[in-house]
């Protein structure tokens, strides 16, 4: 059975950091090309980063310079660090991952992921 399982969300001040982790059970998580999506209330599910088994990284244009997905293999985590938090990166994230390496499908693409967490609220206040 595959778990995600995600952890790190909180309230922060405006300009304050953040470090979400993902655990991934039940898939070889070398293999698994994972990410990180948010979903505020009222809006769309939006992509925020990805990672490729061979480590390739990729991130929405709003996060660039301020958000750095990371994992550790020995650990089976994904990390998202996010530095300079504003009130507009307010929302649930959520971590995926997906078992199958080749799937024709972008990056930023929900439907590209099989496997969602939960979860995890990050609240920005102002």
């Known amino acids: 059975q595959v778990q995600v399982v995600e952890s790190g969300g909180g309230l922060v001040q405006a300009g304050g950091s953040l470090r979400l982790s993902c655990t991934l059970s039940?898939?070889?998580?070398?293999?698994?090309?994972m990410g990180w999506f948010r979903q505020a209330p009222g809006k769309e599910r939006e992509a925020v980063s990805g990672i490729t088994p061979g480590g390739t990284t990729y991130y929405a244009e709003s996060m660039k310079g301020r958000f750095t997905i990371s994992r550790d293999k020995a650990k089976n985590t994904l990390y998202l660090q996010m530095n300079s938090l504003q009130p507009e990166d307010t929302a649930m994230y959520f971590c995926?991952?997906?078992?199958?390496?080749?799937?024709?499908?972008?990056?930023?693409?929900?439907?590209?992921?099989?496997?969602w967490g939960q979860g995890t609220q990050v609240t920005v206040s102002s």
């Open positions: 039940g898939l070889t998580f070398a293999d698994a090309p």
């Open positions: 995926t991952a997906d078992d199958f390496v080749d799937r024709a499908l972008p990056w930023d693409y929900p439907g590209r992921y099989k496997y």
